[in-house]
């Protein structure tokens, strides 16, 4: 990509999926299943000033893990689906999505 472009946010978007996948092979994270596999946002896009679409702060989950990642961001009622044991996971943290996603806007 050009220097200086920069991505749109449904751009971002796409890319932070396409990083993810590549990373975690359709593959989920946390229990290994391979059923409708997503890339799921550890931490909210509207905690991060540029959405946080970066691959430090994505895992890859099956639709069960999907929905008890869900139930935690409402319920905060299972720890084994909050977004420390997914940065765990993959091995990053909320420092690592957070200078990620600064740099998403500037770099391409
Ligand atoms: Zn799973």
């Known amino acids: 990509m050009l220097m200086g472009y ?3 946010y449904s751009e971002r978007q796409v890319s932070f999926v396409n990083a ?6 359709f593959i989920c ?11 799921h946002y550890i931490l909210n896009k509207n905690l991060f000033p ?4 970066v691959r430090e702060n994505g ?11 869900r139930a935690w961001d409402q319920f905060s009622d299972n720890l ?6 997914f940065f765990e996971i993959i ?3 909320l420092i690592e999505a957070i200078e990620a996603d600064a740099k998403n806007l500037s770099n391409s």
Do not use: T
């Open 6 to 8: 920069k991505m749109s």
């Open 20 to 25: 993810v996948n590549a990373r975690d092979m």
């Open 29 to 39: 994270r946390v229990c290994e299943s391979q059923d409708f596999v997503k890339p």
């Open 50 to 53: 540029n959405g946080g679409a």
């Open 59 to 69: 895992i890859a989950l099956c639709c069960k893990c999907h929905e008890k990642a």
């Open 80 to 85: 084994y689906y909050s977004p420390a044991i």
């Open 91 to 93: 091995g990053s943290s």
